[in-house]
Structures are given as C-alpha cells and as structure tokens.
C-alpha cells in the first residue's frame, strides 16, 4: 500500500507540473483563434477536450467509473455529450451559466471521489455527470463563439466523437489493465480517484 501511496502522489506530482506549465495554452487548441471554417471547427472540436485536462480526466472518469462500478457506459458517455452539447449551444447564442469555472472544478473533484468512495448510486452520478456535461460544454463554448455556424457545427460533431472516443478508451484500457496485471480493482480505484480529485481541487483552489 505504501508503494501505491508514493506512485500516487508522484503521478499526481507530475500532472500538477504539467497543468502548471502548460495552462497558458490549455483551452486554445487554434493558438487563441476562433476557428473560421468547417475544418478548423472540426479540428478545434477535436482538441479541445483533450488539451483542456480538466475536461479529459472527467470524460476519463466516466470510463473508470463504468468499469469499476459496472455502470453503462453508453448512457453514461451519451448523457454527458448531450448534456454538453447542450451547453455549449447555450453559450454560442450569448445564454450565460453561472460560476462555470468553479463548477467545472468541482465537477472534477468530485468525480475523483466518486471512483475513491466506489459509489454506487449509478442514477445519482448519471445525473450529476449529465450536469457536469452542461458546464464542460459551456466552457467549450468559449474557444468558438463568434465563429461562422458551419465551423461551430463541425466544432460540435468533433467534441462529441473525442469524448466517446476518450470514454470507451479508457474503459477499454481499464479493462485489460485489471485482466491482464496484478492491479486490483481497489489499487487502480483509489490511484486514479487520487490524481483526478487532486487534480479538481487543484482547480478549484485557482477558482476561488
């Protein structure tokens, strides 16, 4: 267990590193340019939640969590898109949310605990995940607004293709990781739980 503790906390080190040192750059997948065509909206949609690592260990929570809890993970990732699709529509037609940076922290932390605690309320985090979506996509939002409906459109179809994709990946990976290594369940659950709600609280410390 103490080797688990200090893998951990260096995984964990590292990201805080990376995140710190690189957070200038962290939501501008068109170095700060709207995009202004088709592919450049495809391309940014691509990006952006793979860049953005406040929304990719939450979309990488969801396949976590599905495999560890044996939730489905088609209506949780589903759920989360349309949810943040939706949010992201609210924020290109000028309708404003409230406080999305601290949510979207709290949003993060809060998954890392779920995965570390083993909820099992498999309709209470489908909710909050869902919830969770709305304020993601919202951010989301900001790197296309005031960009040409035809690149918001394609910008809205690549953030909802990387998000599956990151999604069944990390289920996918989970899986064999837990079928193929002498890592338990339990080991990977508070592991990865650890860096991802560090990681939020990380955030939410620079929100408040």
Do not use: W
Request: net charge positive.
């Amino acid at each position: 267990m103490n080797k688990l503790i200090n893998k951990t906390t260096v995984t964990c080190s590292g990201l805080l590193a990376t995140v710190i040192s690189g957070s200038t750059q962290a939501h501008h997948p068109m170095d700060g340019q709207i995009p202004s065509t088709m592919f450049e909206g495809l391309i940014s949609g691509i990006a952006h939640p793979v860049i953005g690592l406040d929304h990719l260990l939450f979309i990488a929570s969801i396949g976590l969590f599905a495999v560890l809890s044996g939730a489905s993970l088609i209506r949780l990732v589903t759920g989360f898109t349309i949810s943040s699709l939706s949010g992201l529509l609210l924020h290109v037609n000028a309708i404003a949310l409230p406080s999305v940076e601290l949510i979207v922290a709290v949003s993060v932390m809060l998954a890392g605990l779920v995965i570390i605690k083993q909820f099992s309320g498999q309709v209470v985090v489908g909710i909050f995940i869902a919830a969770a979506g709305l304020f993601h996509g919202f951010a989301y939002g900001e790197a296309i607004y005031g960009a040409p409906k035809g690149a918001i459109a394609t910008y809205s179809m690549g953030i909802g293709f990387i998000q599956c994709g990151i999604a069944i990946l990390v289920f996918k990976l989970t899986q064999v990781i837990l079928a193929r290594s002498r890592v338990s369940s339990k080991h990977l659950r508070l592991s990865a739980g650890s860096c991802i709600a560090l990681f939020g609280a990380f955030l939410l410390s620079n929100s408040i």
